[in-house]
Structure formats: C-alpha cells, structure tokens
C-alpha cells in the first residue's frame, strides 16, 4: 500500500509540473473577469440612451419580398434596415421610403458620435471589409471604425448604418483574459477544443490525486498520534 502511495505522489508531482501554468492562467484570466461588472465591460456606460422613434407618417420602404424589418435611428434619421430573403441587408429612408446609398465616412462618423456618450473626442475613422473585420467586432460585415480618445472603438456597418459594436479598453483586456481562459487566443470563441479539453481532464486527475493523498496523510497522522 505505501508502494502505491508512494507511486501516486509521483505521479502527483508529475502533474503539477504539467498543469501549473494552466492553472495560473485560469486562475489570474479567471479572477480578473470576475472583478469587473459585465455591464461596465459590455460599455453600457458609454452607450446613448435610445431616443423614442415617432411612428406617424412612416413610409413602407419600396423593396421586394422581405422577412424582417427593423426601424433605427441614425444620428436623428429614421431607417428602415430590410433583410431580404436571401439575407441581403438593405436600408430605406423611413419618411420616403427610397433606397439609401452606402455608408460614407461623413455619415459613420455622425452616426457613431451620436451612438458615443462619452467625454472623449474622435480621433479617426477606418474601414474594414467584411473578410477583413478586426477579431474585436466578432462579425463578418463591412464597417466603419471610429476611434476615440480614450480607447473606446465604435463599429458603424457601412451597408445600413446600424452600430454593430462598441469596444472599450476594458472589454478588449476582458476579451483577452477570455482567450486564455478558454485557450482559444486567435478566435476567443471555440471553449470545446482538444487543448482545453486535455488540460481540464489533466487538471482534475492531478487535483484527484492530491484529494486522496490528503486524507491518506492525514489518516496516517491520525495513527501516530493514537500509538
């Protein structure tokens, strides 16, 4: 019997060299997320308030068959944002019902000031196609991206105007302690992967192990002290 305890101490060792550091990563990704408020990360306190749309003398858009409608407001305009049956997005002047044309950077700019609350001024504007979204999005559309001053990142879709995302400092350093988290730091999605899956099975084995030499020892000091 103390041959094979003796084996499972090893063995023990063995796994706590293998699994330490995933261990400090899950811990350290782990106690960070949790020291945040999920609404302060998701930068709900750099969000405008949505206005109340007036509905009266809205106009049907002049599109073909469609399976949904949304109504936006975009910096005061109201939009009809239509998904075609084959999932084409369109966007149609609420008050005319016409076709808008595309998004220019004028436009994604007022759009994304309007949507931002916060006390920091634009710096600059980019544009991303939609095979070229930054990770951070986490949607394949093309977009405009308004950058301001204190890291916050707002995404303005460049075909109907809606505001796709809003990034901050804190939910991009949250989103990469996701990525440990989970092991996945290039897509911060897959948390069912083979490496995750290897390192937790590893994990609990090496905390089953420590689990029944714990009470060995201590059974084992139970019966010094009564001799």
Do not use: C
Request: charged share 20%; proline share 4%.
């Amino acid at each position: 019997m103390m041959h094979m305890m003796r084996r499972l101490a090893r063995w023990h060792i063995w796994l706590g060299w293998l699994i330490g550091v995933p261990l400090l990563l899950w811990t350290a990704s782990g106690l960070f997320m949790v020291s945040w408020p999920i609404e302060q990360v998701r930068g709900g306190q750099l969000r405008t308030e949505p206005k109340p749309m007036a509905l009266a003398g809205l106009a049907v858009p002049k599109a073909g068959p469609v399976t949904q409608l949304i109504l936006v407001d975009e910096a005061g305009r109201q939009v009809w944002v239509a998904t075609a049956a084959d999932g084409a997005l369109r966007r149609f002047d609420a008050r005319s019902g016409l076709a808008l044309p595309l998004v220019d950077q004028a436009e994604a700019q007022a759009i994304a000031a309007a949507s931002y609350r916060g006390g920091a001024k634009l710096e600059s504007m980019a544009q991303f196609a939609a095979n070229a979204a930054p990770i951070e999005l986490r949607r394949e559309r093309p977009s405009w991206q308004a950058r301001f001053g204190d890291g916050t990142h707002v995404y303005v879709d460049a075909g109907t105007g809606e505001v796709l995302a809003l990034r901050s400092r804190l939910w991009r350093a949250f989103d990469f302690m996701w990525g440990l988290h989970i092991m996945d730091l290039q897509g911060r999605e897959d948390t069912h992967h083979p490496l995750l899956i290897g390192f937790a099975g590893l994990a609990f084995l090496g905390t089953l192990l420590g689990t029944v030499l714990l009470f060995r020892r201590r059974k084992a000091g139970v019966s010094k002290r009564s001799a």
